[in-house]
């Protein structure tokens, strides 16, 4: 399928995967993507595993994600990791606002958008996490949330640091519970989310920015998924730990 936005397929491996494990998972990926062209391939290990890895996809289309990072440059933050840290192992991505952040860490919207204007002053793109949990879904409130997390999380960004950010939509109520959002509920909540960005960063901008689903994304439903015209990638996380399912969601979105 041709889309104008080039696919952006990151794994996101959680807590999960030592060191030596994700050596062994990301080397199986570079052998079976290494003829993969046409979709933006990022691996997001946990930060012990960053050093390992980043020397394995050294010259690969495999690109490198962290999960997190500091919205601070430097200093006493005990326990956090800096955008020039994550930059010595050639991190290019960095996930914002996951919603188990958002949750466990109580992540804001607020601090969501200081790490993504720290990222951006790093030349690390930043992919910025927002989705509605399963009672505001019912309770009709899906796009008054999307609108508050999308225009929170992406306050103060310019339209040139817009273009190198990535948008995940990603269900709260989707992630890790084998439920997938139906193509249409995706499509829906996209062109939503695409709505809200014309009207933040301006017409040119907005459709050059890339929207990745995340939530219980398989390789059976990725190829739907993908055939959306406001889907440009995925998200995903369960079906990342095994290069089997990996290869196999990215092999079926192209
Ligand atoms: P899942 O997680 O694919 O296991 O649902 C997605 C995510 O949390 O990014």
Redesign the pocket.
């Known amino acids: 399928m041709t889309k104008d936005r080039k696919l952006i397929i990151?794994g996101?491996w959680?807590m999960n995967k030592t060191a030596a494990e994700a050596a062994a998972l990301v080397a199986e990926l570079k052998r079976d993507l290494a003829k993969v062209k046409e979709v933006d391939i990022v691996v997001c290990p946990p930060f012990t595993a960053l050093s390992e890895v980043s020397k394995i996809i050294l010259d690969s289309n495999i690109h490198l994600g962290a999960q997190n990072m500091s919205e601070h440059a430097r200093g006493a933050y005990t326990g956090e990791i800096s955008a020039e840290m994550l930059k010595e192992f050639s991190v290019r991505y960095v996930?914002l606002g996951?919603?188990?952040r958002r949750q466990y860490q109580k992540e804001s919207d607020e601090l969501v958008s200081k790490k993504a204007q720290a990222a951006h002053a790093a030349a690390i793109k930043p992919i910025v996490?927002v989705g509605e949990k399963l009672e505001e879904r019912e309770g009709g409130l899906t796009e008054k949330i999307l609108e508050t997390q999308v225009r929170g999380s992406l306050a103060g960004l310019t339209k040139e640091q817009a273009l190198e950010t990535i948008v995940?939509y990603?269900p709260v109520w989707?992630?890790?519970?084998?439920r997938?959002a139906t193509p249409e509920q995706a499509q829906s909540a996209h062109a939503f989310i695409r709505g809200l960005l014309a009207e933040i960063f301006g017409n040119e901008v907005a459709p050059k920015m890339r929207i990745q689903y995340?939530?219980?994304?398989?390789p059976n439903n990725a190829r739907e998924l993908m055939s959306q015209p406001d889907v440009d990638g995925?998200?995903?996380?369960?079906?990342?730990l095994e290069a089997r399912s990996f290869c196999g969601i990215i092999f079926n979105s192209i």
């Open positions: 990151a996101n959680k996930i996951h919603s188990e996490c995940a990603e989707a992630i890790g519970t084998g997938t995340g939530g219980s994304v398989k995925a998200l995903v996380g369960g079906a990342s």
